[in-house]
């Protein structure tokens, strides 16, 4: 939708202030876009490509010799510049995409995920060089490998079946799910291990303490509260002489903040349009956790659609349609007609 390749049913979807639907060229214009599966020709070589998606984009000759060797550049493709696309990698493939995307000087880079089926190593390479991107413009990056979303984006949209379920900094989402995050403990503690688990407790901001494995003279703990108790935790160790060999902060991964906010939502009740949802979603068994700190609530949101609206057809001409036989096809009424054609069945 964003891109402008589909219409949107219902709702509004605007890039760098120009609404995709009714100013879809100049929207265009500020965007690159590098879907999944990068449509290029196999039988072109590297160059022939950006010289005619240059055409397409109707650069002057000036322009295309500039821009050109610049993104080829800019991507790491200048020496493979003559190779054929057909016996390129994969790996290769995505950057001639996304030199295809750089082509036009957008401020706006949608890129649909981009390392989909790369080996690890260009994996690496193509996230260096989103990164490097994310410098320059605005990088929409779109995929349900979460950890390279971890990897590379400062700020994050969680959608749980079409709406928002979270927005906003990676960090503030973390920390907005503070009762998911632990201390990991490893000291010497001596014999009493249940006294040293009741003064853990007993520290402010704890909610849970769970007693792990112990490792010769060292005892592990589960510390569990709001935010990062670190500093506390250390000072009752300095204070109770335990000799100390791990003390780490363990913050819940992106994945596991989407596994808890789609559980969330699925066990609450439908909400109205622009409701806020409640994203304290139970733990699952064997996990630690207490109600008694009430988190902070996500919002669910979803486009506000006027009552008198009328309503939108699907413009795709690619729908599969059945065929005129099989069923008669519906006369359309005057409120469905804008073309003073009330009552006339059209093709």
């Known amino acids: ?18 609404d995709v639907l009714r100013q879809s ?25 950006l010289q005619f998606q240059a055409r397409l984009h109707r650069l002057s000759n000036k322009e295309a010799k500039e821009r050109i060797p610049a993104v080829l550049e800019r991507v790491g493709l200048r020496e493979r510049r003559r190779d054929l696309i057909g016996h390129l990698s994969r790996g290769l ?10 082509l036009p ?45 971890d990897a590379v984006c ?19 989402l973390v920390r907005a799910r503070a009762a998911d995050s632990h201390v990991r403990v490893e000291a010497v503690v001596g014999a009493d291990v249940e006294g040293a688990a009741r003064l853990l407790r007993a520290l402010s901001g704890v909610v849970a303490v769970k007693i792990g494995a112990r490792q010769g003279i060292h005892q592990a703990f589960e510390v569990r509260g709001a935010g990062d108790l670190r500093e506390d935790v250390g000072a009752l160790a300095a204070a109770r002489k335990w000799a100390l060999r791990e003390l780490s902060w363990h913050a819940p991964t ?10 969330g939502l699925a066990e ?16 699952p068994s064997g996990t630690a956790t207490s109600t008694a700190r ?31 036989g099989d069923s008669p096809s519906p006369t359309p009424s005057k409120d469905a007609c804008t073309d003073g054609t009330a009552g006339e069945e059209r093709p």
């Open 294 to 324: 009430e988190l902070p609530t996500l919002p669910l949101v979803a486009p506000a659609v006027p009552p008198t609206a009328k309503p939108v057809y699907n413009l795709n001409p690619f729908e599969r349609r059945a065929p005129r």
């Open 268 to 283: 609450e009740p439908a909400a109205a349009p622009g409701a806020t949802i409640a994203a304290n979603a139970p733990a």
């Open 254 to 263: 992106l994945e596991q903040l989407f596994a808890r906010i789609a559980l």
């Open 93 to 102: 493939r995505q950057r001639v995409g996304l030199a295809v995307a750089l």
């Open 154 to 172: 400062p700020r994050v949209i969680i959608l749980h079946k079409g709406k928002v379920a979270a927005d906003g900094p990676k960090d503030e």
């Open 105 to 149: 000087s957008p401020e706006v880079l949608i890129l649909d995920e981009p390392t989909s089926g790369l080996d690890p190593l260009q994996r690496l390479e193509v996230r260096k060089l989103v990164q490097e991107l994310g410098r320059e413009h605005t990088v929409l990056l779109s995929s349900h490998i979460l950890p390279e979303i």
């Open 25 to 49: 060229l100049e929207v265009r214009r500020k965007i690159g876009y590098l879907p999944e599966n990068v449509p290029l020709y196999r039988e072109h070589r590297v160059e022939e490509m």
């Open 1 to 18: 939708i964003l891109a402008g390749y589909l219409p949107a049913t219902s709702g509004a979807a605007s890039v760098a202030g120009f």
